[in-house]
């Protein structure tokens, strides 16, 4: 199913105030794939995301979905193949209840009513919250929101998601809901996090962004134990890869601290 | 200042409505034909902004007085005149649906008022013109101070008339006058000031979002023309306003310079609405809801109650059996809730 | 800061109130909002004098409270807080009024029968008003809004501006915070902190509402909105229509409670 790859390609883009966010970044995400972009604050995550879904352009380079390139007159076609879930659900959830909100987007494509109420009840159901259909937005907790912005992008049947943080503010049961959630879709998956420990356990492959450039670009756990690149990238290696539960030595910190 | 139902008469209310309905088609109308659809969500959003920072209490130093803005100066300066007004709209909307401040048949009124006198007027002839020459920090002090306190003015004005128009208040229009006008100056000021510093932080910080919405083209062509065309009618009906009062009031002149003020003028007060219910009588100027003195009231009501006699006449009778039957219905009315509500929780009950 | 405070708890309060299910709940919204635009208007069109007329009024909001199962108190509450202004206003005219007439001896300025005139309107306006919204909701109330032909974006912009308040009110209410724990007993924010301020929360209100823009956009926004089908009116809903508005007009023109009570003190007498 090659329609389904992702490619960007020498991507380029400065914000209007002469910040450089993205600077030259390449790659390739395949069907069925789950990505993981890490990199410090300010890297330009958000930025290439945003590049990646149209909702801004880049001033060079390409991105190409499938075999469309992504421009103003394909982005309609381009979204309801991507969905993206946005840092922020408040941002995200606009309506004033959760059914409108996941109904949104399927009605703007002009679909019967009946299809529309088939494919939101589909989509709470897939994220386990179709008791909340008729709650207000406002009223949800975090968790709960993250679930329903979800959703609310699942309604739009993508072949590509692209979350923006999907962990962050989150207690850890609605994490670990989340992290079950992703894991089960069998979407193409682009994730970013600075959740390191979650994109272990999403994401086969991570691309490592530093300064608006990919410095490293493999296999996920071979990137998130090497301790010196992920800290020349203002990162530090996730717990769950710290110490070894299976041969029970401490932690480094730890055994600083008792020498 | 939001206007609350019971200070209006449906007349007055309807009129308001329809005049801000008018108003609402037509910036509607502009908004998407000039516009792009990213308008709509930043106007969503902005009502809300303003409905919070409603609720922030500035303190002026020294004076122990605080404020807090009204929003509609500030919302035509970042949005633009008809986006403001759309906002402005929304905003009061939601507060008389969701916190009964300012009532549903008042909407009309308490948009114009606080929507319109900004939106359309203060903003274009006041702040527009003083600040044409390009945004530096004293202009925004002058137009803003200037465009808020007089904006305030008129919509107290407004507030005042609509009132008075709507003849529940025996106020006498000067009394309210002096009430309201003074009040709101100082409000004013305190909002004048608030709106500087919001305004100049925003042309320091981000002058890009200032500058769009003042020398884009959705501002650069209000037609004016449009906007006259609203002055004239409300210009009308003002006129008649003061042309009733000044018919009605044998010293007219007099009373609209504001010669006069305290206690000999509240006594002609009753003189005033007298003749103005004999003149509305008269002319049926407007359906007999408005201005109505006690006597032509009295009138309607014995049409009304079926020959009976009502109030003002009083005599000792009717008072007593008006007194015992509204106190018979209010009993009724709450051994009806009563038994609702115990039927339905029994009922409850019983299902559960 | 406890304005936010109370104004979140009240938004979320109605909110609650509007999921419920009774009948009056499933009463279609526009015939609600049209019913409550009547009685509003039959309401404020009684003359200053009259009180007992007002009575008969109580029936419908008495009726939406019980078969609405909508607590009276919080109601109640939002009352007191508006009636202040009403006072305000309302006060003065028993000083403005030097008609009297005698009432068990006493002899009362009528003012004092506008006075409370006023009052009664007010509460049953306040009360019938906020009953709507408590037992419709928005989105019922966007749904009567477009059946009306109001514009879509006017529609749209309400929705979002009710949707974001609760939002807004919250990060107000911590930049609030945050000012006041270092700014120890003052009563409001002082001259050099206001356009910082209140400023910082606008332009992140910018970035936010370009944040939205952004997340209808990838849902496929470009100007339009579609809205479901709304419910269809039912014969039921014509009847309440009918019922309530014959109900307004009879007891606007006839004076039930002095029909009533004459007919009382005439067979005691
Ligand atoms: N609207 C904007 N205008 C100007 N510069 C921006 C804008 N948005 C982001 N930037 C800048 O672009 C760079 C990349 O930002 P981006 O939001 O993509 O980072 P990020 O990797 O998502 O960071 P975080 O982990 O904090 O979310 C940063 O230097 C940021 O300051
Ligand atoms: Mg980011």
Redesign the pocket.
Known sequence: MSHHKLEAKELHFT???G?K??NGISFMVSHGEAVGII??????????L?LLMGVIFPQKGEVIVGDVHVTKKTLSMIRQRLGMVF?DPDDQLFMTTVYDDVAFGPRNYKLEEKEVEERVLKALELVGILHLKDRSPYKLSGGEKRAAAIASVLSMQPDVLIM??PTAALDPKSRRRVIQLLKSFKHTKII?S?DLDMILEICERILV?KE?EIVADGETREILSNAELLDSCGLEMPFSLQDCPLCGSQKQSLKKLNS | MHMADALISPAVGGAMWAATGGLAAYSIKKVQSDMDEKKVPLMGVMGAFVFAAQMVNFTIPGTGSSGHIGGGLLLAILLGPYAGFLTMSAILTIQALFFADGGLLALGCNIFNLGFFTCFVAYPFLYKGIIRQGYTQKRILLASMIAVVLGLQMGAFGVVLETLFSGITQLPFSTFVLLMQPIHLAIGIVEGLVVTAIVSFVWKERPEIIERAALGKTIGDISIKKVLTGFVIMAMITGGVLSWFASANPDGLEWSMFKTAGVEELEASDGIHQTLADIQSGTAFLPDYGFKAPESETASEEAAGGGEEAWPTVSVGTSVSGFVGGFLTLALAALTGLIITRVKSKKGRVAA | MSGMINSLYNLRLLDDLAKKGTSIHRVHPLIKLLTTVVYLTVVVSFGRYQISGLMPFLFYPVLIFALGEVPVLPILKRIIIVEPLIIGIGILNPIFDHQTFMFGGFTVSMGWVTFLSIMIKCALTVTVALLLVATTGMDGLAAAMRMLKIPKAFVLQLVLTYRYIAVLLEEAARTLRAYSLRAPGQRGIHRSAWGTLAGQLLLRTF?RAERVYQGMCLKGFTGEYYTGKSNRIRIIDLFFLAGWISFFVIARIYNIPMLLGSLLTGVLN
């Open positions: 914000y209007p105030d910040n966010a993205v990199g410090a604050n300010g890297a330009g995550k958000s930025t290439l945003m840092q923006d943080e970013t600075h962004i608006g | 970035d």
